[in-house]
């Protein structure tokens, strides 16, 4: 099932997808107030049409790129695999050799354990100094819930913030990922995935409440989409479990949508309206806000942003804008564009990359598409347990869905973590590092002790490599 994470696939259903969406739900005179009308125009269309085109043009690159590398990569390990199979046949212990594989599956797993909770005493520590004013001050939340508007909560957080430091809490998807592939591999023994899924309910507890407190549903959703991904990468074949699984992740994704609209703006609507939260006239504004307010408007915004001319701020759509704006230097607002009308401001990533820096966003199209296409190659050619690639490819895949409302690679919740894992592979213990090797005599048939050493493979912590990864 890997071939459901091809992000060439995902991608191209993705944006046409949402321009089906547009054309057939997006109404020419909206319904709801601060929604635009439709906005047709054919060199929207045309500048929309390259940008993607550049976009998947740069995934499928960077998947014949990497997997040119892999290539190279893979004889040099499936040599180094012969010779340890040869070693451990002549050793008396038939059993030898299937121990050592497992000691070295164990120790990567091991060490992604440690990134993980590393990674979450980080994000906790950023959560709360993302909340720590509400913490001080419970009567916020009291007045928000008696008020019927949640959207001062999280407008209150996100006001308070400590620029770089509250941007900590995003770090919660590297422990998500990580423990969601041990929890889904063959691999793991049973103290391993009991251990994995309880980290996994107690960090989906915290993250669905404050998706729920501070309107952040795409953390929550961010995190559904990597437990999916590491589901689909431990492929398991179609069966009931598979469907069952598949199932249960698409209820929790639509409820957690249409939940949390419904307590941000049908809260709202039912308060002014002085009727009930779940009535069918508020569920019917809901329905209307997320169509027109944001599946389809967010193509829309993109194509009036794609009629107008760029700024060029380069980063007004990134997580530098703000640290950025603390020198002086501000971006440009949408609604400098004349033809901006709409109150809501996601927008599909083409729209964000063509206002941040005109035609010279087609170098975004392709870093994106080229990070992309090596990162899935890099990920699903291994046949090995899982690690670091496995990992990184886990916190880009929610990109290849979430760009149709959000500069999602150029935001805290992809950069931050992935520079993490970056770290945490650079700064990896290595084996035998500054020790001289002594040569000790050992007689014919004698198992030696240091052949996995000098095989390259450690039998103390095994470094993670990006592609190849195998037994």
Request: net charge positive; proline share 5%; with cysteine.
């Amino acid at each position: 099932m890997r071939r459901l994470l091809d992000p060439l696939l995902i991608g191209a259903l993705a944006l046409t997808g949402q321009a089906g969406l547009w054309y057939f739900g997006m109404p020419e005179t909206p319904s709801i107030p601060g929604a635009a009308p439709r906005f047709v125009d054919a060199g929207s269309f045309m500048t929309f049409s390259i940008f993607a085109a550049v976009f998947l043009w740069a995934i499928f690159c960077g998947k014949v790129l990497a997997r040119g590398v892999m290539d190279g990569q893979e004889r040099t390990h499936a040599r180094r695999r012969r010779r340890l199979r040869h070693a451990m046949s002549m050793a008396p212990d038939p059993d030898r050799q299937q121990r050592v594989l497992t000691a070295l599956t164990q120790e990567r797993f091991a060490y992604l354990q440690r990134v993980a909770k590393a990674a979450a005493f980080f994000a906790l520590l950023g959560e709360l100094l993302y909340v720590r004013q509400l913490l001080s001050n419970p009567s916020i939340i009291i007045n928000a819930f008696t008020s019927g508007s949640f959207t001062n909560i999280g407008e209150h957080a996100a006001g308070d913030r400590l620029v770089g430091l509250s941007s900590l809490n995003n770090l919660f998807v590297v422990p998500v990922a990580s423990f969601a592939l041990m929890y889904f591999s063959q691999e793991a023994t049973p103290e391993q995935r009991a251990r994995a899924r309880r980290w996994l309910t107690g960090i989906g507890a915290t993250v669905l409440l404050h998706a729920f407190l501070f309107v952040g549903r795409q953390a929550f959703v961010s995190m559904l989409l990597i437990i999916a991904g590491a589901f689909l990468y431990s492929g398991v074949k179609k069966s009931r479990t598979f469907w069952k699984m598949a199932a249960l992740l698409a209820v929790l994704l639509a409820f957690l949508v249409w939940m949390g609209e419904t307590l941000r703006a049908g809260s709202y609507y039912a308060h002014d309206r002085n009727t009930g939260l779940f009535s069918a006239e508020t569920q019917d504004y809901v329905l209307h806000r997320l169509v027109e307010g944001y599946f389809a408007a967010d193509f829309n915004n993109a194509l009036v942003l794609l009629s107008c001319e760029s700024p060029r701020d380069w980063i007004g759509s990134t997580m530098w804008a703000s640290p950025a704006a603390q020198f002086g230097y501000t971006s440009t607002d949408y609604a400098t564009c004349s033809r901006w009308v709409s109150q809501f401001g996601t927008l599909n990533v083409v729209g964000s990359w063509w206002w941040d820096a005109e035609w010279w966003g087609l170098l975004f199209a392709l870093a994106c598409g080229l990070w992309l296409g090596a990162s899935s190659a890099a990920a699903l050619r291994s046949s090995g347990p899982p690690g670091f690639a496995a990992v990184v490819y886990l916190l880009t895949f929610p990109g290849v869905i979430s760009l149709t409302r959000i500069n999602y690679f150029g935001e805290t919740i992809f950069v931050a973590p992935v520079l993490f894992m970056w770290a945490a592979w650079v700064l990896r213990p290595q084996p035998n590092a500054g020790r001289r090797r002594r040569r000790t005599p050992r007689r014919r048939h004698q198992h030696p002790a240091g052949l996995p050493a000098r095989l390259g493979i450690a039998t103390r912590v095994v470094p993670f490599r990006g592609a190849g990864e195998g037994r």
